[in-house]
Nanobody, 124 residues
């Protein structure tokens, strides 16, 4: 069973940057797409970004496009989410996840394994 460990959250002022990491164990990177989701209090979990395992293509939610960058290091079984120009609306618990297939998706039901979440708080 895939195990995921997310880290890198914290408190930052608006306009600042944070980098999240997710380390996966018992996982073959090339077989499944991976992604980042977030959930703010009182809101549904939303897809932030994902990256295809087949061609490396990426997807970003409109709200983060141009500010967030997803990347991966296959050799380290790790993927990242670099978040720049953070806004208070980015405040949420961020989750890394492994998809059920190589097809990238922004839909949470397409993912089979989830990390424990890391809190990101952006102050105004």
């Amino acid at each position: 069973e895939v195990q995921l460990q997310a880290s890198g959250g914290g408190l930052v002022q608006a306009g600042g940057s944070l980098g999240l990491s997710c380390v996966a164990s018992q996982f073959t990177f090339g077989d499944y797409s991976i992604g980042w989701f977030r959930q703010a209090p009182g809101k549904e979990r939303e897809g932030v970004s994902c990256i295809s395992s087949s061609d490396g293509s990426t997807y970003y939610a409109a709200s983060v496009k141009g500010r967030f960058t997803i990347s991966r290091d296959n050799a380290k079984n790790t993927w990242y989410l670099q978040m720049n120009s953070l806004k208070p609306d980015d405040t949420a618990i961020y989750y890394c996840a492994v998809a059920r297939s190589a097809v990238p998706s922004s839909v949470s039901s397409s993912y089979k394994s989830w990390g424990q979440g890391t809190q990101v708080t952006v102050s105004s």
